[in-house]
């Protein structure tokens, strides 16, 4: 068995199902700005289940939200489709609301607070993302590798699209 090159086990590019997103304003687009560009700087996707032709990347990914559940579409490098990876939502409910409220409340934090409040929300923010990262790692364990940092960047893509207007 041929062992995958580490370098293409990769996302190269990323799109959101923008039917999904309702609304969002100019703080979370520069959210998702900023999460798909470190994303595609420096990631690792490893889907686990083994394709008849050996393909191990790299992968373009479509994250959308249907009937209550997260799909991961999958596809090669040419657009081919490979695979959709199906999460249910209701474990993210909680931490998808509670990372929004704290975004909220950082944001309002650097219009009026001082840097030492301002540092006390982003580090409870920054807590909240890591604790929602690592529930995606589980949630992925089997169905796709990832590390911390690209379980953290998808995760903020998810947060975008359950923005409601």
Not at 14 to 38: G, K, M, T
Not at 87 to 93: A, C, H, N, T
Not at 149 to 164: E, M, N, P, Q, Y
Request: charged fraction near 30%; charge should be negative; proline fraction near 4%.
């Amino acid at each position: 068995m041929v062992e995958a090159d580490p370098s293409k086990q990769r996302i190269i590019s990323v799109d959101l199902d923008e039917s999904s997103i309702v609304w969002r304003n100019p703080d979370v687009e520069q959210e998702r700005r900023v999460a798909i560009f470190d994303l595609l700087e420096d990631n690792k996707f490893v889907p686990q289940r083994g394709h008849d032709d050996g393909y191990a990347g790299p992968y373009r990914l479509k994250l959308r939200v249907e009937d209550g559940r997260l799909i991961f579409e999958i596809a090669r490098e040419d657009g081919s489709p490979l695979e959709a990876i199906i999460l249910g939502l209701g474990r993210f409910r909680r931490p998808i609301r509670d990372y929004f409220a704290i975004c909220d409340s950082y944001y309002q934090a650097i219009k009026t607070s001082t840097a030492q409040q301002i540092e006390t929300v982003d580090m409870a923010r920054r807590g909240l993302h890591n604790e929602a990262a690592e529930m995606l790692m589980d949630r992925l364990d089997g169905k796709i590798a990832v590390d911390f940092d690209t379980a953290r960047r998808l995760f903020t893509l998810i947060c975008v699209l359950h923005i409601k207007s």
